[in-house]
């Protein structure tokens, strides 16, 4: 089907494995060689509250491409922890009881691009959004911080020579 956006739409779901008893003298959680944080997770920027450790995110991605010049993004995912008595990492938050949940929130995350006719400026900006879950919310009462919505937001201006 041909459309003005030239859209992309991804159905996603990552699933890394944490480590259940945190007392057993194993280290179960897995942990990533390689690979970008940025494309991993479709993290916007330096901005990254999931991490493949520990974690189960489903959600969609949906791209568009309508001009040459330009693209744009836009990224969901609800994420829990696969182990809620393992570390979340980002946030080196940990609940060996695991009474406080293993709902790490939903994530929104979106960028937009766009290059000059001759592809040496690229002009990039995102914006994200991190709802809040019953674990963070928990992890963070406890603490008694304040439990909120994380917002980020970036500009970059790139030449390329």
């Not at 493949?52 to 568009?64: D, S």
């Amino acid at each position: 089907m041909n459309h003005w956006l030239n859209p992309n739409l991804a159905f996603q779901h990552y699933y890394t494995s944490g480590d259940d008893n945190p007392n057993d003298n194993r280290y179960d959680q897995f942990e990533r060689l390689f690979g970008g944080r940025r494309t991993d997770l479709n993290n916007t920027s330096i901005h990254g509250p999931l991490t493949p450790a520990n974690l189960t995110a489903t959600g969609f991605r949906v791209e568009f491409r309508p001009h040459a010049n330009w693209d744009g993004r836009i990224h969901y995912s609800a994420a829990t922890l696969s182990s809620n008595t393992d570390s979340f990492v980002i946030g080196k938050y940990q609940d060996p009881s695991g009474q406080s949940g293993d709902d790490i929130g939903h994530t929104v995350d979106s960028r937009i691009r766009f290059w000059t006719d001759d592809k040496a400026w690229m002009f990039d900006a995102g914006f994200s959004l991190l709802f809040a879950g019953n674990y963070l919310e928990s992890i963070r009462e406890q603490e008694g911080l304040p439990t909120s919505t994380t917002r980020f937001g970036y500009v970059q201006l790139s030449y390329q020579f």
